[in-house]
């Protein structure tokens, strides 16, 4: 036996491999309209940190179609309070903008009223929570804070 230093022959780790999405899916985590992204975008894979990237800082493209539209069926079926399979008895497209989603909303059309019904009932009649709208009836009550206590001056 020797003192000298023996050669290490274990398999070294391997540094992990980036992951790598389809341009479909990473439009799908960011919740956006595949077909209205830039065809940078389209045209290669994206790694998973990058996605995460987008989602943390959207560039300017990312947040104008995440206000704007068109958005993709699951998001205009989440807007109009109803479910993915309402939009397709509706007949509806794949994609509406926001500007489409409001009008439907203010319309009321009779297909909507009762799609909202079956997903929530009295939601097809009250005005619901889709785009950031308030409930027409407020069940709050006063609170003792509510109350003004001018008497002191």
């Known amino acids: 036996m020797t003192d000298a ?18 341009p479909e899916t990473a439009a799908q985590k960011l919740g956006v309209y595949f077909p209205a992204t830039p065809a940078e975008f389209q045209s ?19 947040a104008t179609l995440r206000k704007e539209g068109p958005h993709p069926r699951a998001e205009v079926s989440h807007r109009l309070g109803i479910t993915n399979s309402a939009l ?3 007949g509806v ?4 903008t926001t500007t489409e989603i409001r009008n439907l909303l203010a319309d009321r059309p009779p297909w909507l ?41």
Not at 93 to 96: E, F, N, Q, R, V
Not at 140 to 149: E, N, V, Y
């Open 5 to 22: 230093p023996r050669e290490d022959r274990r398999q070294q780790p391997k540094p992990p491999k980036q992951q790598l999405l389809k």
């Open 44 to 62: 290669t894979p994206i790694s998973r940190d990058a996605v995460e990237a987008l989602q943390a800082d959207p560039p300017e493209w990312l």
């Open 88 to 90: 397709a008895r509706a």
């Open 93 to 96: 497209s794949d994609s509406m």
């Open 113 to 153: 009223v009762a799609e909202r019904e079956k997903h929530l009932p009295g939601s097809g009649i009250i005005a619901g929570t889709a785009i950031g709208e308030r409930p027409a009836v407020s069940n709050r009550r006063a609170q003792p804070a509510d109350i003004d206590d001018d008497d002191d001056e």
